[in-house]
């Protein structure tokens, strides 16, 4: 059975750093590339980038690009997702995701979400 | 602003066919293939169809998906009241080299 487990909720402050984990297992974690999507309170899906970890090629989405790093470690069938810096604007929900590029490079979609973690960033 | 336009709102009542439209450019859906999700409240989207029109291994076929041009459609016919969701479109997009998401469309089974 193929899930994504995420960790747990967090509570930073501004200025503060942090890293969210998702644990892939039921698969084979380096034949699919995996995303993280960003949903802010009340409104709809963003997503922030993709990694493919059998080789830690990313794409980020242009709104994210430097704001945040994407990360994978093979040993372990985990994703990560960090900031160097929280903002107040950065409080949402973040849900990884198997997908969308299949190894041959076709798009079929997130089929898989992990439960998501909430980041909630006040002073 | 969403890359993909999605009306904000549909309804239906219970057994009616309802369809949710998404609009896009060339770079997106004009070139490349759509998929649907589905958002419960509280929960995390599910995919319900991808690559058009195929759907994933449980969803009911009461689900349909459609593209022509940079435009796409879900249909959902006999609507229950488990239906009551937020749907999104969502497309690979060449200029932008990654999927972009439709705002979403809020369902509301009458």
């Known amino acids: 059975e193929v899930q994504l487990v995420q960790s747990g909720a967090e509570v930073k402050r501004p200025g503060e750093s942090l890293k969210i984990s998702c644990k892939a297992s039921?698969?084979?974690?380096?034949?699919?590339?995996i995303g993280w999507v960003r949903q802010m309170p009340g409104e709809g899906l963003e997503s922030m980038g993709i990694?493919?970890?059998?080789?830690?090629?990313?794409k980020y989405s242009p709104s994210f690009q430097g704001q945040v790093t994407i990360s994978a470690d093979r040993s372990i069938s985990t994703a990560y997702l960090q900031w160097s810096s929280l903002k107040a604007s950065d409080t949402a929900m973040y849900y990884c995701?198997?997908?969308?590029?299949?190894?041959?490079?076709?798009?079929?979609?997130?089929?898989?979400w992990g439960q998501g973690t909430l980041v909630t960033v006040s002073s | 602003q969403s890359v993909l336009t999605q009306p904000p709102s549909a309804s239906g009542t219970l057994g009616q066919r309802v369809t949710i439209s998404c609009s896009g450019r060339?770079?997106?859906?004009?070139?490349?293939?759509v998929n649907w999700y589905q958002q419960l409240p509280g929960t995390a989207p599910k995919l319900v169809i991808y690559?058009?029109?195929q759907r994933p291994s449980g969803v009911p076929d009461r689900f349909s998906g459609s593209k022509s041009g940079t435009s796409a459609s879900l249909a959902i016919s006999g609507l229950q009241s488990e239906d009551e969701a937020d749907y999104y479109c969502?497309?690979?997009?060449?200029?932008?080299?990654?999927?972009?998401f439709g705002g979403g469309t809020k369902l509301t089974v009458l």
């Open positions: 995701a198997r997908g969308p590029l299949t190894t041959i490079g076709t798009d079929e979609g997130f089929d898989y």
């Open positions: 039921g698969y084979s974690f380096t034949n699919y590339w």
């Open positions: 990694i493919y970890p059998a080789d830690s090629d990313t």
């Open positions: 060339s770079s997106n859906i004009g070139s490349n293939t």
């Open positions: 690559s058009n029109n």
């Open positions: 969502a497309a690979w997009d060449d200029s932008l080299n990654g999927p972009v």
